[in-house]
């Protein structure tokens, strides 16, 4: 099963930073590559899929790139309520796996 | 809109089993894939498996193999979890997610499963 890795596994950053979580995976698969949120006490939201489509309704300021084992999130300018933890998932097929989560906070 | 809503919080002592449930709204339930996650206080996510709602084939991760099983009952559009031979381990909150292409792009609220003796 491929395992996907994200780095690092906690973050903090100042208000108006540009930010970037990367997310590796053991072997290369196509590019079935999401990202969630997660605020504390609720359920994951999708921010990205396909590694670099927006979600509906997510701002601007998220973007994700990469492809092969190399992928990465990037949020161009922290915002106080990005305060979550961010994982990765593939889901081109099964086991679905998700990165171990990267806790984000504001310094 | 698209909902899931499931259902409560549940208490089991070990060696006993749960059985969760999943109300999809607001679209058509047959079409996608409803997909169980589950989270261990303070840990990340694990995906458990999914069914496709349409004629009812199910997929599990190798970890619960034998003591997991999805249903579903489509004139109902919901889907059904119960996971066997609880541990303390178990102690988690379900989730179930819609899967599509897009990937799990909704997800129910969550039910908090506590297994203490």
């Known amino acids: 099963d491929i395992q996907m890795t994200q780095s690092p596994s906690s973050l903090s950053a100042s208000v108006g930073d540009r930010v970037t979580i990367t997310c590796r995976a053991s072997?290369?698969?196509?590019?079935?590559l999401a990202w969630y949120q997660q605020k504390p006490g609720k359920a994951p939201n999708l921010l990205i899929y396909?590694?670099?489509t927006l979600q509906s309704g997510v701002p601007s300021r998220f973007s994700g790139s990469g492809s092969g084992t190399d992928f990465t999130l990037t949020i161009s300018s922290l915002q106080p309520e990005d305060v979550a933890t961010y994982y990765c998932?593939?889901?081109?097929?099964?086991?679905?796996?998700f990165g171990q989560g990267t806790k984000l906070e504001i310094k | 809109q698209v909902q899931l809503v499931q259902s409560g919080a549940e208490v089991r002592k070990p060696g006993a089993s749960v059985k969760l449930s999943c109300k999809a709204s607001?679209?058509?339930?047959?079409?996608?894939?409803i997909h169980w996650v589950r989270q261990a206080p303070g840990q990340g996510l694990e995906w458990m498996g999914w069914?496709?709602?349409?004629?009812?084939?199910?997929r599990y991760s190798q970890k619960f193999l034998g003591r997991l099983t999805f249903t579903r009952d489509s004139s109902a559009n919901t889907a059904y979890m119960q996971l066997n031979s609880l541990i303390s381990e178990d102690t988690a909150v379900y989730s179930c997610?819609?899967?599509?292409?897009?990937?799990?792009?909704?997800w129910g609220q969550g039910t908090l499963v506590t297994v203490s003796s």
């Open positions: 997610a819609r899967g599509s292409d897009s990937a799990f792009d909704s």
């Open positions: 607001g679209y058509n339930f047959i079409n996608y894939a």
């Open positions: 069914i496709s709602p349409d004629i009812g084939t199910t």
């Open positions: 072997r290369g698969f196509s590019n079935f």
């Open positions: 396909a590694a670099s």
């Open positions: 998932q593939k889901y081109d097929s099964a086991p679905y796996t």
